[in-house]
């Protein structure tokens, strides 16, 4: 049995009556489920961040197959504490994944499925738990920036990202 799925809708001619594939998870209690689909920049694949695990799943969309799936994911960082994460892909197909247990910030290349380097620290006050939650990302000139907002210390963070940067 399963205990998390994806599902995709299709459109077809009738809007009330989209074609729907179910893309089930295999059982594995520390992957956790799936959060919101995150397309790569060229659209073959979608990515998920695990609600409550450090890994990634990936769905590839034209065959309709998981290529890293609950019993083999992209671990982005090891722990083996449940954490809460919420990411983001930039149109450089860059992952930007927040851990809410540890107020950092992470990149994942998906060209290669890779974490790259260390994490990017978030936290605004040392020392306090501040649980960075979304993610959002604005291509600027020379670079991105992104945005976080904390849950615990109700502020929104910067984090400006040079094209220039290894």
């Given at each position: 049995?399963?205990?998390?799925?994806?599902?995709?809708?299709?459109?077809?001619?009738?809007?009330?009556?989209?074609?729907?594939?179910?893309?089930?998870?295999?059982?594995?209690?520390?992957?956790?489920?799936?959060?919101?689909?995150?397309?790569?920049?060229?659209?073959?694949?979608?990515?998920?961040?695990?609600?409550?695990?450090?890994?990634?799943?990936?769905?590839?969309?034209?065959d309709g197959r998981w290529v890293r799936d609950a019993d083999d994911p992209i671990r982005v960082?090891?722990?083996?504490?449940?954490?809460?994460?919420?990411?983001?892909?930039?149109?450089?197909?860059?992952?930007?994944?927040?851990?809410?247990?540890?107020?950092?910030?992470?990149?994942?290349?998906?060209?290669?499925d890779a974490t790259l380097g260390e994490p990017i620290e978030l936290g605004l006050a040392p020392?306090?738990l501040e649980g960075p939650l979304p993610v959002v990302i604005r291509e600027v000139e020379g670079?991105?920036?992104?945005?976080?907002?904390?849950?615990?210390?109700?502020?929104?963070?910067?984090?400006?990202?040079?094209?220039?940067?290894?």
């Amino acid at each position: 049995g399963s205990n998390a799925s994806v599902l995709i809708l299709t459109e077809r001619d009738d809007a009330l009556a989209p074609e729907r594939v179910h893309y089930p998870l295999p059982r594995n209690g520390m992957a956790g489920l799936p959060g919101r689909a995150l397309p790569s920049p060229d659209g073959r694949h979608l990515y998920f961040a695990s609600a409550s695990a450090p890994v990634l799943f990936k769905l590839d969309a034209l065959d309709g197959r998981w290529v890293r799936d609950a019993d083999d994911p992209i671990r982005v960082y090891e722990t083996s504490d449940p954490a809460l994460h919420r990411a983001a892909i930039d149109a450089d197909g860059i992952l930007w994944l927040t851990a809410f247990n540890t107020d950092r910030l992470y990149a994942v290349d998906t060209r290669c499925d890779a974490t790259l380097g260390e994490p990017i620290e978030l936290g605004l006050a040392p020392g306090r738990l501040e649980g960075p939650l979304p993610v959002v990302i604005r291509e600027v000139e020379g670079g991105r920036e992104l945005y976080f907002a904390t849950s615990l210390s109700e502020v929104l963070g910067r984090v400006l990202i040079d094209d220039e940067t290894p």
